[in-house]
């Protein structure tokens, strides 16, 4: 079974912390590649963070050094630590997996190349 369930979104100031939480079926969070996206009403849904099943992780440029992005393999969990937030991190936020059998790291920084999507958690950041 796959499954992804993301928690932990809300309303924060500017300068403020949240930590997103998708919780995993294990099958998922075995996957090849685990990631965060976002999407802003009217824009596109970007790639924020990645982590590779053997444990390299990736940010895009609009967030690297603000946020971080790390697993527990013991509860089957993904995380998404964002700090010194800004009213442009606001967003719904997704988790994802890219399932590719037999891969390890993260080929591909593309929604397409991700199979499984959570349903989403607001974040939403104000001045």
């Known amino acids: 079974q796959v499954q992804l369930v993301e928690s932990g979104g809300g309303d924060v100031q500017a300068g403020g912390s949240l930590r997103l939480s998708c919780a995993a079926s294990a099958r998922t969070y075995n996957s090849a590649c685990m990631a965060w996206f976002r999407q802003a009403p009217g824009k596109e849904r970007e790639g924020v963070a990645f982590?590779?099943?053997?444990?390299?992780?990736g940010y895009s440029e609009s967030v690297k050094g603000r946020f971080t992005i790390d697993k527990d393999s013991a509860k089957n969990t993904l995380y998404l630590q964002m700090n010194s937030l800004k009213p442009e991190d606001t967003a719904m936020y997704y988790c994802?997996?890219?399932?590719?059998?037999?891969?390890?790291?993260?080929?591909?920084?593309?929604?397409?190349?991700?199979?499984?999507w959570g349903q989403g958690t607001q974040v939403t950041v104000s001045s």
């Open positions: 982590i590779a099943k053997v444990g390299g992780t």
């Open positions: 994802a997996a890219d399932l590719w059998y037999g891969g390890t790291w993260c080929r591909s920084h593309n929604t397409a190349s991700f199979d499984y």
